[in-house]
Nanobody, 129 residues
Framework: QVQLVESGGGSVQVGGSLRLSCVAS????????MGWFRQAPGKEREGVAA???????SYADFVTRRFTISRDTAENAPHLEMNMLKPEDTAKYYC????????????????????????WGQGTQVTVS
């Protein structure tokens, strides 16, 4: 059974930084995409960043050059380093995974995933003020 557990959220001032972590279990990284999504109150969920099973990453334009996704292969988990945080980054952030080929893993420029993700964590709140 695939399980994803996020941590690292919190409150931070504008311009500050946070690092989100995700612990994944129940599957191996082979043939799995992993990524981070977010949802603010009253808004639709959007993709933030993702990487495919070859380690290639993609980002939504609104986080490019501020956020970095990395992969801890030992723990089979993606981390999200968030810098230069803005109030509009306030949201609940979710770790997600999907089983599929590399082409299906990406996040498009406007934040839509190429393909829907299948497995989700409970989320961790990030508040920027």
């Amino acid at each position: 059974q695939v399980q994803l557990v996020e941590s690292g959220g919190g409150s931070v001032q504008v311009g500050g930084s946070l690092r989100l972590s995700c612990v994944a279990s129940g599957f191996t990284s082979t043939n799995y995409c992993m990524g981070w999504f977010r949802q603010a109150p009253g808004k639709e969920r959007e993709g933030v960043a993702a990487f495919d099973n070859a380690g290639r990453s993609s980002y939504a334009d609104f986080v490019t050059r501020r956020f970095t996704i990395s992969r801890d292969t030992a723990e089979n988990a993606p981390h999200l380093e968030m810098n230069m945080l803005k109030p509009e980054d306030t949201a609940k952030y979710y770790c997600a995974a999907r089983k599929g080929p590399a082409w299906s893993c990406g996040i498009q420029a406007q934040g839509a995933p190429v393909m829907e993700y299948d497995y989700w964590g409970q989320g961790t709140q990030v508040t920027v003020s």
